[in-house]
T-cell receptor, first 115, second 111 residues
Framework: DTEVTQTPKHLVMGMTNKKSLKCEQH?????MYWYKQKAKKPPELMFV???????INESVPSRFSPECPNSSLLNLHLHALQPEDSALYLC??????????????FGPGTRLTVL | DQQVKQNSPSLSVQEGRISILNCDYT??????FLWYKKYPAEGPTFLIS?????DKNEDGRFTVFLNKSAKHLSLHIVPSQPGDSAVYFC??????????FGTGTSLTVIP
């Protein structure tokens, strides 16, 4: 299994809603990532988990809350989002927990629309 | 199933020589392609793009070639510089919104 899966594929939410994005991999990877990507722009790194601990938070607003329940799962909890948060949210994983990784496997993303 | 594949996990090239990074895709509906460069602990940096109406796009030392019949694209860096050492991702899209990424090729340019 060399896939990173993300659910849901599409999500529409209001500004007062609470929702969660989920990401899963079964490749034994110890680093997992959340990216945000606006249309036709490169992905922007949001968070990095290394060995289930948050190692990087790229100054992301607190309305985005990551969680890594175990080495295979990564969640992104969303609360009180703004319309400008509408984007494609990508999850990725890599083998190493440090910064010596070569390959990073991306999921297909969740298309989020905030009304 | 990976729709975009980079079959070479790593590549080493002497400074001043050409670096050629390859990418294959399976979905014939993909019509927009990107190359990213990524340093450790940083997000991907956009390098160059190409749409399916072209077979070549140049930007300085970087040239991307697209072979639609072979479902193959490549990134040429000439001349290669030590600062080019990074992981390079290709990505493909059908709509320009949702991109499918390759797993990356780690390029090392040896001084």
């Amino acid at each position: 299994d060399t896939e990173v899966t993300q659910t849901p594929k599409h999500l529409v939410m209001g500004m007062t809603n609470k929702k969660s994005l989920k990401c899963e991999q079964h490749m034994g990877h110890r680093a997992m990532y959340w990216y945000k990507q606006k249309a036709k722009k490169p992905p922007e790194l949001m968070f990095v988990y290394s060995y289930e601990k948050l190692s990087i938070n790229e100054s992301v607003p607190s309305r985005f809350s990551p969680e890594c329940p175990n080495s295979s799962l990564l969640n992104l909890h969303l609360h009180a989002l703004q319309p400008e948060d509408s984007a494609l949210y990508l999850c990725a994983s890599s083998q190493d927990g440090g910064w010596s990784y070569n390959e990073q496997f991306f999921g297909p993303g969740t298309r989020l629309t905030v009304l | 199933d990976q729709q975009v594949k980079q079959n070479s996990p790593s590549l080493s090239v002497q400074e001043g020589r050409i670096s050629i990074l390859n990418c294959d895709y399976t979905n014939s509906m993909f019509d927009y392609f990107l190359w990213y460069k990524k340093y450790p602990a940083e997000g991907p940096t956009f390098l160059i793009s190409i749409s399916s109406i072209k077979d070549k796009n140049e930007d300085g030392r970087f040239t991307v070639f697209l072979n639609k019949s072979a479902k193959h694209l490549s990134l040429h860096i000439v001349p290669s510089q030590p600062g080019d050492s990074a992981v390079y991702f290709c990505a493909a899209s059908e709509t320009g919104n949702q991109f499918y990424f390759g797993t990356g090729t780690s390029l090392t340019v040896i001084p």
